[in-house]
């Protein structure tokens, strides 16, 4: 009997792929594959067969909860967290990812490379794990020069549509969140630690240097650089829980000014002549993709970023951009050892094929349940997310009033279409011929089998 794996989704551009990558190789395996958003794979678990339930964290009780729900009803705890790449200090990661009794209830943690074992370690929370693998992560096994052909044809349509640009990608949720000016701290207020002061003093005083950060990069970077490279486009893509507005203000200003939130980054960074960063994980995805990145840091920020130029001011950037223009300059690679160490990365053993292979030991005592997908079930699931997606087509429009918050920006939906595109590309770079089969379940969920 096929063993069942339920993969959620918050941040759809972040995180199709590397989840269609998984459920593709894992279906090779024997495996049925549920893909969907938080809300509805919370659903369809009470009511599935007993298999691997995936989480992105354990931060919160809130999560262990749904651990323990999920649980209740015969399903296995696994880790696979691809948001620890950059670290806090060790005293602030233990407080504000981790949530010791959710750790407990973990059956498999998959980690994203050695350091990310060792914080565990060291804030003595290894010993509460009931295994673990270093596996490295789906989302950067599709940097990898195997799997990023899989990005050919949208670099190609985007270099056709824009031409030459300068992708910047913006990281300031603390200071312009999509929620409104205290969308960030009335969440910090719902949190776990909201009463521990040392963390409301380390989150206040990053929130304020992102602020000033913003400031700079809407007032003076962002129009100057429009103004320095007149011939290339400036694409502005925003962080998934940002407010667009200020941006699209400068889109209306500077005619070579493009705002979008659209797709996986990859492609984006692949067809663009570099990327500026303001201190996020793209700057290490770009190294991955043999791109060069750039950290723009007028304030002398501490960032625990990897593999990526840093620059001061603008004459520095601009002098460097347009060495980079001429193709005199290679990527940054003064941390390639750290890097080595803090993302599992090899084509030898890609991580879809670790996690796998440490899935298949496990079994689960069922009664022959299955899921019965008929023709009709399939239409009725078809109509269904027509509806649906009419209904928040016409939300949408009103998005950029602030009527529509932060979680339809991070997960606007998800359908069969979609997700064939991205799995025969797929197919077609693995050189795998065996049918893949792809079933709607409703809206915002679908499910991977063989045919």
């Known amino acids: 009997m096929k063993e069942w794996i339920y993969l959620p989704i918050e941040t759809k551009n972040r995180e199709l792929h590397s989840r269609i990558l998984l459920a593709l190789n894992a279906v090779l395996e024997n495996f049925n594959v549920v893909i969907a958003s938080k809300n509805k794979l919370r659903k369809l678990i009470r009511y599935y067969p007993p ?28 880790l696979l967290d691809e948001e620890s790449i950059v670290f806090h ?59 990023r052909d899989t990005y050919k044809n949208e670099v190609l349509k985007l270099r056709k549509k824009y031409g030459r640009f300068i992708l910047v990608n ?13 969308g960030f701290w009335s969440r910090f207020k719902k949190s776990d630690y909201a009463n521990d002061l040392e963390v409301r003093k380390y989150l206040e005083d990053l929130s304020n240097e992102r602020k000033e950060l913003f400031e700079n990069y809407c007032k003076d970077l962002i129009p100057n650089l429009s103004k320095e490279f007149k011939d290339f486009k400036i694409i502005i893509r925003t962080h998934p829980e940002e407010n ?8 209306r200003k500077f005619k070579n000014i493009i705002v979008i939130h659209k797709g996986s980054v990859h492609p984006w960074i692949l067809a663009s002549e570099l990327l500026i960063h303001s201190g996020c994980t793209t700057g290490t995805e770009a190294y991955a993709l043999d791109k060069i990145s750039i950290f723009y840091n007028c304030f002398k920020l501490n960032y625990p970023g990897l593999s990526t ?9 601009f002098s460097l951009i347009k060495t980079i223009i001429k ?12 890097l080595q160490k803090i993302i599992n990365l090899s084509e030898d053993l890609l991580s879809f094929d670790s996690i796998i292979q440490a899935l298949k030991k496990y079994k689960f ?40 918050k932060s979680g339809r920006k991070k997960f606007n939906g998800l359908n069969k279409k979609e997700s064939i595109i991205i799995i025969n590309a797929l197919k077609k770079q693995l050189s795998i011929r065996k ?17």
């Open 51 to 78: 298999g691997f339930v995936f989480f992105k964290d354990h931060a919160s009780n809130k999560t262990k909860e749904l651990m323990e729900e999920a649980i209740s009803y015969s399903h296995k705890i696994i």
């Open 89 to 147: 200090p060790d005293d602030i990661f233990k407080k504000i990812r981790v949530n010791i009794e959710a750790t407990k209830l973990i059956d498999h943690a998959f980690f994203i490379g050695k350091e990310h074992k060792n914080v565990y370690e060291r804030i003595n929370v290894l010993k509460f794990l009931k295994d673990f693998t270093i596996s490295g992560n789906p989302r950067f096994d599709m940097t990898t020069p195997l799997l």
């Open 170 to 182: 913006t990281h300031f949720a603390q200071a312009n969140h999509l929620d409104g000016d205290r």
């Open 244 to 251: 667009d507005s200020k941006y699209s203000l400068l889109a």
């Open 309 to 317: 130029y840093e620059v001061e001011n603008k004459t520095q950037l």
């Open 327 to 338: 193709g005199n300059t290679k990527k940054a690679n003064n941390d390639l050892k750290k």
């Open 365 to 404: 005592k069922r009664k022959g349940i299955e899921i019965n997908l008929s023709f009709q079930k399939e239409l009725i699931n078809n109509l269904v997310e027509s509806v649906v997606y009419f209904f928040r087509n016409i939300k949408f429009l009103f998005y950029r009033k602030g009527m529509v």
């Open 435 to 451: 049918s893949i089969q792809i079933y709607n379940l409703g809206p915002d969920a679908i499910l991977v089998k063989n045919k």
